[in-house]
C-alpha cells in the first residue's frame, strides 16, 4: 500500500511539473478577440468584487476595506462600511445584488470578521442598502466560528438561485484536516439561505445531530467563484486547489466535494497529498485545471455582442495573469482560450445589464470589454 501510495504520487508530481514548465501547454491565445479593453475605472488595488447597477454605475470592493461607487465617471467611497479583518487573503470581499435590487435595494457584502469567538477572524455575510453614499440598514445575516488568525481561504462568492435562495462560499480557512469534511464546522462549504439569511428548512443538514444547518454542500477548499447557470438553474462554483487541482463543480445539496480526501493538487513542497482523485460518495469536478491557474472570479456569456461566444464560461487567472474563456458543450469544456494576456491579476468578471463583460484587476480597476464592430 505504501509502495502505491509512493508511485501514485510520484506520477502526480511528475505530471505537475510538466504541466508547471508549460503553463499554456492546455490553453491557446484567442485569435481576433471580438472586443477592446477600455480601463474604465482607475487606480484601485485589489478590487476583489463589482457589480454593475441598474443604472449602469458600479460598485466595488476593495479587499483593503472600501466600496467604491463609479458613477458619470467620477469614484464616491461610500460610507458606514462593516469594519474587516484585514489579514493575508482577508478583508472585505464580495459584492452582489438583490435579484429584485431594483424595487428593495438590499445588496450583500461578504468580509473577513473579527466578530465572535476566538482571536482572528472569520468570513462574515452581510446585507444593507445605500442612501446618500452611505450603508443603512444593515443587517449581519451569518459569521461564521470560531476565529483563526490564520490569512488564508476565506472563500467567499455569493450569489442567488431562481427560486431567490441565496448561496455563499467559505473557504476551509487553511485547516484542511479539520474544516471540509466536518459538516459540525463552518468553512471548505456552500451554504444556502433566504434572502434575510433564515436557513431554508429544507437545507440537506437541517436536524442533524450539532450540524451547521446553513450548510449546502461541503468537502470544498477555496471557492472563489460562484454562480447560477443562466440556462439550467444549477449553481456551479470553482475553487482553488493546492499546486494544481483548481475545479468547476456543479453544487448538489448535500452532496461532499472531496477536500482533501481527493485532489488532482499536490503539496506546495511537491509532496503527495493523497493517492486518490476520485472515491465513491465524493462529487468528481466536471473540469480540473492542471497546473493551477489560481481562478477567481466566473461569469457566463449571455450576451450576444461578442460574436459566437455566447455561451462561454469566462474565470479570471490569478496566477498567470489573464482572462480565460472556457468553451462549452452542456458540461464539457471543449475548448479553453487565454484573453488579455499579461493584463494583470484578474479578481473579478461580470456581465453587467447591457450585455456587456466588467473585469477588474489588481493595481489596476476595471475594464470594460467593448465590442468591436
Not at 68 to 82: L, R
Not at 218 to 226: A, D, K, T, V, W
Not at 346 to 362: A, H
Request: aromatic share 10%; glycine share 12%.
Amino acid at each position: 500500500m505504501e509502495k502505491s501510495v509512493f508511485l501514485v504520487g510520484l506520477f502526480i508530481v511528475s505530471l505537475q511539473l510538466s504541466c508547471a514548465q508549460d503553463p499554456e501547454n492546455q490553453v491557446s491565445k484567442a485569435k481576433n478577440m471580438p472586443f477592446s479593453a477600455e480601463l474604465l475605472i482607475d487606480e484601485l488595488q485589489v478590487p476583489w468584487g463589482l457589480e454593475v447597477l441598474p443604472d449602469g454605475s458600479i460598485l466595488v470592493t476593495e479587499k483593503s476595506g472600501e466600496i467604491i461607487h463609479f458613477k458619470d465617471g467620477k469614484k464616491t467611497q461610500i460610507a458606514n462600511v462593516p469594519e474587516v479583518y484585514k489579514r493575508g487573503q482577508g478583508g472585505l470581499l464580495d459584492i452582489k445584488l438583490h435579484p429584485d435590487y431594483a424595487s428593495n435595494g438590499w445588496l450583500y457584502i461578504s468580509y473577513a470578521s473579527a466578530e465572535g469567538e476566538g482571536k482572528g477572524g472569520h468570513t462574515a455575510l452581510m446585507r444593507a442598502q445605500i442612501k446618500d453614499n452611505s450603508l443603512i440598514n444593515k443587517e449581519l445575516l451569518y459569521k461564521a466560528s470560531p476565529n483563526t488568525t490564520k490569512g488564508q481561504h476565506f472563500g467567499s462568492r455569493i450569489t442567488f438561485d431562481n427560486d431567490g435562495y441565496l448561496y455563499l462560499s467559505i473557504g476551509e480557512r487553511g485547516a484542511r484536516d479539520e474544516n471540509p469534511q466536518d459538516i459540525t464546522r463552518d468553512g471548505g462549504k456552500i451554504y444556502r439561505f433566504f434572502d434575510d439569511g433564515r436557513i431554508p428548512k429544507d437545507n440537506p443538514f437541517v436536524g442533524t445531530k450539532d450540524a451547521k444547518e446553513a450548510i449546502y454542500s461541503y468537502g470544498h477548499r477555496n471557492p472563489q467563484g460562484l454562480l447560477k447557470h443562466p440556462d439550467t438553474g444549477e449553481i456551479w462554483d470553482h475553487e482553488h486547489g493546492p499546486r494544481g487541482g483548481d475545479e468547476i463543480n456543479i453544487v448538489k445539496p448535500g452532496k461532499n466535494y472531496g477536500w482533501p480526501v481527493v485532489t488532482y493538487g499536490i503539496n506546495y513542497s511537491g509532496t503527495p497529498i493523497t493517492d486518490k482523485t476520485e472515491m465513491p460518495g465524493m462529487e468528481e469536478p466536471i473540469h480540473y485545471w492542471l497546473p493551477s491557474i489560481a481562478p477567481s472570479g466566473m461569469a457566463f456569456m449571455t450576451s450576444d455582442k461578442y460574436g459566437d461566444w455566447k455561451g462561454s464560461l469566462l474565470v479570471g487567472s490569478l496566477k498567470y495573469q489573464y482572462l480565460e474563456r472556457l468553451v462549452l458543450e452542456g458540461t464539457k469544456v471543449v475548448d479553453r482560450q487565454k484573453l488579455m494576456d499579461g493584463i494583470g491579476r484578474v479578481r473579478d468578471v461580470k456581465e453587467g445589464p447591457d450585455g456587456l463583460i466588467y473585469v477588474s484587476v489588481e493595481g489596476k480597476g476595471v475594464y470594460r470589454l467593448v465590442p468591436k464592430g
